[in-house]
């Protein structure tokens, strides 16, 4: 508790820092501020990165994959509803102003859009898992070509499921003679999926969470917001009746989720927010994500243990393929409470970025760079050229991409972006092994 309030006298100082480089991405593309809804960039916004050749020698052969499910409609209908209600109240006692009753006809019209809808993936969703498929062939066709195997698993969410179809679809398309399996069942959930296996363990670390992220929510001044919607003659009546904050943070989250359907690429809802206001609210959002998911002093740098199951699954699978030698992949299909504290416990990059001055934190760590929609992680094993059948573990090298961009792993590499792949195996094992207790100090 002492560590909790400690951090939120850290917050209620902070002033908003203006030119610093996260703010600049953000007001260049405010659907970064989207945070988790922003959309996979590559194929895009920006070209695929190129990767570093195999090292002499050396060819990949097996891929471990994890991948989030692709753009979709919000999970719940509590924002988007929830706004509606309010605004629906206003417009019921003539409260709104033009641009109030504007955003009303608005919400109106993507709520029932929305309705039966919520948590399903969306034709951007799916075409980013097409892409991410493409590219994966691409890049490694000596793994996915010919009568390469695929085991492709998927969370039982419909979302992760079609997101697994369209990937699959895709390398089948392409490759009529690669052999897929398909499955998306309970059974795998403890490992596949939050809220299930070693993840529940974290439950009361994350409610403890919920007191920072909910004072937080407290600080936003969301005066000027409401002012705009509400008739001046009518706001001290209004104010009696609503929460301007929870609206203004409704409106702002389905301003972050419009960019996941091709139908609303003309719609925007940032125009209602200062480039203050986006900033801010997205840094809020930002600090959520790092202390409920992510190796934060404030959850006691415990939490990317819930992927302790994970990550030995991924490990069990390259030994499996090292000791056949066949070739192909495991696909994985399933959700950012998943991909980040997996990222955090395997030490990519700076993911694993650890402090208890979340006042600066948007200086080191930005979610949208981390978990947009259909964010991944592909470990790809590397073995000598012309070997066959089985492979002598301590030939293979090992290359992680991170959202298809080569990443930094903590151990020595032996050349570029390739490490060795028992020295990657053990520290990794290591942590695994201990994943339970660390979860339950």
């Excluded at 030119?19 to 945070?35: F, H, K, V, Y």
């Amino acid at each position: 508790m002492k560590r909790i309030i400690f951090s939120l006298l850290i917050i209620a100082s902070v002033i908003p820092s203006h030119g610093t480089s996260p703010q600049e991405e953000i007001l260049a593309n405010p659907r970064r501020a989207g945070s988790n809804h922003y959309a996979y960039p590559i194929g895009t916004e920006i070209e695929a990165p190129r990767l570093t050749p195999s090292p002499a020698g050396y060819e990949p052969f097996y891929i471990a994959h994890y991948g989030r499910h692709g753009s979709r409609y919000l999970t719940g209908d509590k924002d988007m509803e929830g706004a509606l209600r309010t605004l629906d109240g206003l417009a019921a006692h003539n409260q709104l102003t033009f641009e109030g009753e504007r955003l009303h006809r608005l919400i109106t019209r993507l709520a029932d859009d929305a309705r039966d809808r919520y948590g399903d993936l969306t034709d951007v969703g799916a075409e980013q898992h097409r892409g991410i498929a493409r590219r994966m062939l691409k890049n490694f066709p000596e793994v996915l070509g010919g009568e390469a195997q695929v085991d492709a698993r998927s969370t039982t969410w419909i979302r992760c499921i079609l997101s697994m179809q369209n990937a699959t679809t895709t390398l089948s398309r392409l490759n009529p003679q690669i052999h897929i399996t398909t499955d998306a069942s309970y059974h795998d959930m403890y490992y596949m999926g939050w809220g299930y296996g070693i993840d529940t363990l974290a439950n009361p670390i994350r409610k403890q969470m919920d007191v920072i992220s909910d004072s937080l929510n407290e600080t936003i001044d969301a005066s000027r917001f409401v002012r705009q919607i509400v008739r001046d003659d009518m706001l001290e009546q209004a104010l009696e009746h609503i929460n301007p904050g929870k609206l203004m943070r409704q409106i702002f989250n389905i301003a972050g989720i419009l960019q996941s359907n091709k139908c609303y690429d003309n719609l925007s809802l940032f125009h209602l927010f200062t480039d203050d206001e986006i900033f801010e609210l997205w840094r809020l959002q930002n600090i959520w994500w790092y202390i409920h998911w992510s190796n934060a002093v404030s959850n006691g740098n415990r939490l990317p243990y819930i992927e302790g199951d994970l990550l030995k699954d991924m490990i069990d699978k390259c030994d499996t393929a090292i000791a056949t030698g066949e070739r192909g992949a495991s696909l994985r299909y399933g959700h950012e409470t998943c991909v980040l504290p997996l990222a955090c416990l395997m030490e990519i990059d700076s993911v694993n970025y650890s402090t208890d001055n979340l006042s600066t934190l948007h200086e080191h760590w930005q979610n949208y760079n981390i978990i947009p929609k259909a964010c991944n992680i592909q470990m790809v094993l590397y073995r000598p050229v012309g070997t066959t059948g089985a492979v002598n573990a301590d030939d293979v090298l090992v290359k992680v991409l991170f959202n298809e961009h080569e990443a930094t792993l903590p151990v020595t590499p032996v050349t570029g972006p390739y490490y060795r792949w028992n020295d990657l195996r053990n520290n990794y094992i290591i942590k695994t092994a201990v994943a339970r207790e660390k979860l339950s100090d």
